[in-house]
């Protein structure tokens, strides 16, 4: 479970937390695995970010390195253009690299997705952002988008010394009829062990959208400090 915070105050009041937490339970075979995401952030009292992502995941190993998976996931984003984005599908893993210091997986998953396109607001025809003005302001109705896609990620994990690791997530999904309709995410992060249970980590994240929602850009980056508790 990671933990950040960030409180500021002065001639602007600004707060901002993330969670980011895996639970995973293993029995003969089988697995389970639970990744829950949650960021938010205020500016002068007024709601600047709030997204959650969370996953599903369960496994059976056919091998030390292959596994068969089924995958649910489901994204929530109030600045991202959508009210949310399920997926959900069966898929295949492979650890490519797996040594003491080092790991890398490779996996793929057919999916069906399901994408609720936000409202839209403009004011003189150009777009308008939470929170909306008082005025004249046209509202544009949103759309839902249901289709078949594919995901595939790569996780990679380095024990650079021994009190210090780099973990990497880089997932790609993509509709199947229309390869311009992608996603990809990024997570790379670096932890220092400090105790038998907490670490210090820093965490980049990248959320790329190919084809934003009306008025939102394409790519969506966050950079945060956590503390890391490891049980």
Known sequence: ?????????????????NVDTKIKNSFDNHSLELSLLYQYGEH??????NRFLSE???????????????LLGYKDDKFSGFYY??????????????TPTQELSVD??????????????????????????EGSINQNDGYTNSYAAYRAQL????QIKENVKFNQTLSYRSEFSD???????????????????????????????????FGKTSTDRVFSFSLIADY
């Open 1 to 17: 479970m990671e933990l950040g915070y960030i409180l500021n105050s002065g001639n602007s009041d600004s707060e901002a937390f």
């Open 44 to 49: 002068d009292t007024i709601e600047s970010r």
């Open 56 to 70: 599903l995941l369960y496994e059976y190993a056919l091998s030390e390195r292959f596994s068969l998976n089924y």
């Open 85 to 98: 984005q399920f997926y959900t599908g069966p898929g295949a893993k492979y650890k490519v690299i797996k």
């Open 108 to 133: 793929g998953n057919i999916l069906y997705a399901y994408d609720d396109i936000q409202d839209t607001y403009t004011l003189g025809g150009v777009p308008v952002s939470y929170p909306y003005p």
């Open 155 to 158: 996780l990679y994990s380095a």
């Open 179 to 213: 390869a311009d309709n992608y996603f990809v995410y990024s997570k790379s992060s670096l932890s220092l062990k400090i105790s038998d249970i907490f670490s210090a980590g820093v965490n980049y994240y990248v959320d790329y959208i190919n084809k934003p929602a």
